[in-house]
């Protein structure tokens, strides 16, 4: 959800009060548009941050619960994605059935080097080209 956020633009939000980010001054009534994507590229936030690396969330305390700032998929605080609580579970729910119940290949051919990850530009992140994996059904008799 760092690299491929839902939604790489946030909803516009407007500030209460006069602060001061960098150099800039946010005047209250501006209007903030948070740019989700470019903070979960941010090389300040992220060693090789264009990676996508299980073991940097081992022991971490960031969440995408809307508590920490370097990763905001869904919003941050209280005024994070309503849907948040139903929907991480939910997607949690479906792609463990998915996981359990097939075993997944790539089709004859292909290699994972063949696979493209690049994002097809837009409102919401999708990719360019779609996901290619064959599902064979899982066979239980073979678990001992």
């Not at 006069?18 to 992220?46: F, M, Q």
Request: hydrophobic fraction near 40%; charged fraction near 20%.
């Amino acid at each position: 959800m760092r690299l491929h956020s839902p939604v790489p633009l946030l909803i516009p939000r407007e500030s209460t009060q006069h602060c001061k980010i960098n150099e800039y001054d946010i005047l209250p009534g501006t209007s903030v548009i948070i740019n989700a994507w470019a903070i979960g590229r941010d090389p300040e936030s992220w060693d090789s941050p264009d990676e996508f690396l299980l073991e940097r969330f081992m022991n971490s305390s960031i969440d995408y619960k809307g508590k920490d700032f370097e990763l905001v998929p869904f919003g941050v605080g209280r005024r994070g994605c309503p849907g948040l609580h139903f929907s991480a579970p939910t997607m949690e729910l479906a792609l463990a059935t998915l996981i359990y119940c097939f075993d997944w290949k790539m089709p004859v051919g292909m290699s994972k080097d063949d696979m493209d990850m690049t994002e097809a530009s837009g409102l919401i992140s999708l990719p360019k080209s779609n996901l290619l994996l064959v599902p064979t059904k899982h066979d239980y008799a073979s678990i001992s």
